[in-house]
Structure formats: structure tokens, C-alpha cells
């Protein structure tokens, strides 16, 4: 059964750093994109970051570049965003959702495009 497992979230206070991990189970990196989302109060989903089922390719929202970096241990089967300079406007859950791509080197931020979902992680930005 696939699973998306995520964790490392919480209260940080601003210019801070956190990494959350999202542990796969039932699936083979190799074989898929995975992204990072997150969603405020009252507002839409949106796309932070991905990386591709190659590894070799990635992709960030503007409002994280320089900041966020993704990245993944295959032998753990899991993906990190390392996220630094953390501000008040990054506060929201933050999912990790599958896409398959079949080991291509495709990434895209639509959370349309992915087929499997974790539970989600709380991140607070505050002082």
C-alpha cells in the first residue's frame, strides 16, 4: 500500500529553519515526481517545491527560491525540504504528494497532477 508519511514541522520563530521529511512507503522513488504543498487558512493549495523521479531535475515557487531546498535519500526512500530565512508568511500545512512519471526527469507544482497524498505537517512562523 503507498503511503507518504510526513513529519519536522512546527514553531519556529522568524529567520529560522526547519526540514521536514516525507517518508515513502509502498512506492520506489525512481519511478516518481514528488512535491511539496502547503495550504493557509483560507487560502489554495499551492506548490513549494518537486523533484523528479530521475533526481536530476527540480523546481520551486518563486516565493521560496534561495530559501527552500529539496532533495532525497533513496536508500531511505525519503525526500527533504530543508527550509531557511523562514517568515511569517510561510506558516500552513505542508503536504508531500507522488506523482508517477515512470524514471522521467518531469516536474511540475500543479497539485492537480499528483495521484498520492500524506496527511500533512504543521509549520508556524512566528515570534
Known amino acids: 500500500q503507498l503511503q507518504l508519511v510526513e513529519s519536522g514541522g512546527g514553531l519556529v520563530q522568524p529567520g529560522g529553519s526547519l526540514r521536514l521529511s516525507c517518508a515513502a512507503s509502498?512506492?520506489?522513488?525512481?519511478?516518481?515526481?514528488i512535491g511539496w504543498f502547503r495550504q493557509a487558512p483560507g487560502k489554495e493549495r499551492e506548490g513549494v517545491s518537486c523533484?523528479?523521479?530521475?533526481?536530476?531535475?527540480?523546481s520551486y515557487a518563486d516565493s521560496v527560491k534561495g530559501r527552500f531546498t529539496i532533495s532525497r535519500d533513496i536508500a531511505k526512500n525519503t525526500v527533504f525540504l530543508q527550509m531557511d530565512s523562514l517568515k511569517p508568511e510561510d506558516t500552513a500545512v505542508y503536504y508531500c504528494?507522488?506523482?508517477?512519471?515512470?524514471?522521467?526527469?518531469?516536474?511540475?507544482?500543479?497539485?492537480?497532477?499528483?495521484?498520492?497524498w500524506g496527511q500533512g505537517t504543521q509549520v508556524t512562523v512566528s515570534s
Open positions: 504528494a507522488a506523482k508517477t512519471t515512470f524514471y522521467s526527469g518531469y516536474v511540475t507544482l500543479s497539485h492537480y497532477e499528483y495521484d498520492y
Open positions: 523533484i523528479s523521479a530521475t533526481g536530476g531535475s527540480t
Open positions: 509502498g512506492l520506489t522513488l525512481e519511478e516518481f515526481a
